[in-house]
């Protein structure tokens, strides 16, 4: 806390307990690059970092979010499963424009603030992406929350902006069928889950568009 100003921020601590090799170290280093670039209301924001490379130790000083993570918030407040979607598609559509992948997209790493705001954290995993970005074995291991896409089933796999639109896709699934909700974007959600990545959506840049279509559909004109 910040008693000058009255502020709570959150600090995210890179020392590990174990002999970690170096290439940990350079996931947290790849993190502050990330989060450095990012300029979002639904990503959680960076205000300064410490790195002493020779001790392997750093730390990340950031935006304090009061609040609970995607699946409790939806689970207390299903109504708002359709404001956080759109919100999360917003966020991810601006990941995409900077060619961003999360890759570790799960309940935890989505918080949603007590004033209904998203916020995607840990970018641990996150990577700059091409449309043939090769998956390493610690992704492709990581414990995924539902089964992995064709793409990454390959003798050579893939991890892209889809593959990230398959597992957003299916942690909404889950949490939509968890809490039995009434989901106005079914459709949408259905094509961001297929197996198959030429079968979804082309980028979250479209489905942006859907939803930005649907609210001025909705929007009645005045003379």
């Given at each position: 806390k910040?008693e000058?100003i009255?502020t709570?921020y959150?600090?995210k601590?890179y ?6 090799s170096?290439?940990?170290f350079e996931?947290?280093?790849g ?6 670039e990012m300029l979002n209301?639904n990503?959680v924001r960076?205000y ?10 750093g730390y990340?000083?950031?935006e304090?979010?009061d609040?609970?993570d ?7 407040k299903?109504?708002?499963?359709n404001?956080?979607f759109?919100?999360l ?19 935890k ?7 209904g705001?998203v916020?995607?954290i ?6 700059e992406?091409t ?18 896409p064709?793409e990454?089933?390959?003798s ?7 593959t990230?639109m ?6 909404i699934n889950?949490i939509?069928i968890d809490n ?5 974007y079914k459709?949408i959600?259905?094509k961001?889950?297929k ?8 980028s979250f840049e479209e489905?942006?568009?859907?939803l ?6 909705d929007?009645?004109?005045?003379t």
């Open positions: 910040d000058e009255d709570l959150a600090c601590k020392a590990p307990a174990f002999d970690a170096t290439k940990y996931k947290f280093k993190e502050i690059k990330i989060l450095n209301e990503i960076i300064n970092s410490y790195i002493f490379p020779k001790q392997q130790v990340i000083i950031m304090y979010v609040g609970n995607v699946w409790e918030y939806i689970s207390i299903p109504n708002e499963i404001s956080v759109e919100q598609i917003s966020a991810f559509s601006y990941l995409e424009q900077k060619n961003i992948c999360h890759r570790d997209i799960r309940a790493n989505i918080l949603v603030n007590s004033k705001i916020k995607i840990d970018f641990g995993f996150g990577k992406f449309l043939d970005s090769a998956v390493s074995d610690s992704t492709k291991c990581n414990n995924w929350i539902c089964e992995l064709d990454m089933l390959v050579e796999p893939k991890y892209n902006n889809l990230d398959y597992f957003l896709g299916n942690l889950q939509i039995e909700i009434t989901f106005k459709k959600l259905e961001m889950i197996k198959n990545p030429t079968e979804r959506y082309k489905i942006y568009k859907i930005n279509e649907r609210h001025i559909s929007l009645v004109i005045v």
